[in-house]
T-cell receptor
Framework: GQNIDQPTEMTATEGAIVQINCTYQ??????LFWYQQHAGEAPTFLSY????GLEEKGRFSSFLSRSKGYSYLLLKELQMKDSASYLC?????????????FGRGTSLIVHP | SQTIHQWPATLVQPVGSPLSLECTVE??????LYWYRQAAGRGLQLLFY??????ISSEVPQNLSASRPQDRQFILSSKKLLLSDSGFYLC??????????????FGPGTRLTVT
């Protein structure tokens, strides 16, 4: 079966840096997605990592280690609007296509 | 640019009534399409996905069904709703942007309450 783990909740201070970890145990792994979801809204695509290493997009960076089954999302210079749920999803090969399978998400609370 | 539409935005239905949720995508051809459900306080559960017209794969056996009558149209249906069908239903599409690299985008969602 597939197993994707993330912390349920994290808190951080405005202006700080926070790292949200995701570990997975899956078969047919192709890559890993990160999404941001504000309360009551649909998820928003942040990143997709296929290769090992760090990919940076502005204040957000995502890291992947395929051999360790591990990824993290790094958020710098935190702002109040970054308070949201962050979803990790692994892309799994299935019948010639790739299917995202989600973890339960990490609720990030940014306080002043 | 690509956009994805879902309707209705909210829906309140009695137990035992039928359901039809529609999703359409603009600005792309032959997308992979997905239906997810997110129950309160829980993660996203993949219900169905489709790689082409008339091609539907079911991930979770239940009283829901999906159809793809046109390339950019994906419909989620039920003949008789259960209380446990309440949740936030999200349609999504994915696109390959490089070798084995994908992006996935979600529609605005439909919040369904079964009473």
């Amino acid at each position: 079966g597939q197993n994707i783990d993330q912390p349920t909740e994290m808190t951080a201070t405005e202006g700080a840096i926070v790292q949200i970890n995701c570990t997975y145990q899956t078969s047919g792994f192709n890559g890993l997605f990160w999404y941001q979801q504000h309360a009551g809204e649909a998820p928003t695509f942040l990143s997709y990592n296929v290769l090992d290493g760090l990919e940076e997009k502005g204040r957000f960076s995502s890291f992947l280690s395929r051999s360790k089954g591990y990824s993290y999302l790094l958020l710098k210079e935190l702002q109040m609007k970054d308070s949201a749920s962050y979803l990790c999803a692994v892309s799994l090969a299935s019948g010639g296509s790739y299917i995202p399978t989600f973890g339960r998400g990490t609720s990030l609370i940014v306080h002043p | 640019s690509q956009t994805i539409h879902q309707w209705p935005a909210t829906l309140v239905q009695p137990v035992g009534s039928p359901l039809s949720l529609e999703c359409t995508v603009e600005g792309t051809s032959n997308p992979n399409l997905y239906w997810y459900r997110q129950a309160a306080g829980r993660g996203l559960q993949l219900l169905f996905y489709s790689v082409g017209i008339g091609q539907i794969s079911s991930e979770v056996p239940q009283n829901l069904s999906a159809s793809r009558p046109q390339d950019r149209q994906f419909i989620l249906s039920s003949k008789k709703l259960l209380l446990s069908d309440s949740g936030f239903y999200l349609c999504a599409w994915s696109v390959r942007v490089g070798t084995d690299t994908y992006e996935q985008y979600f529609g605005p969602g439909t919040r369904l309450t079964v009473t």
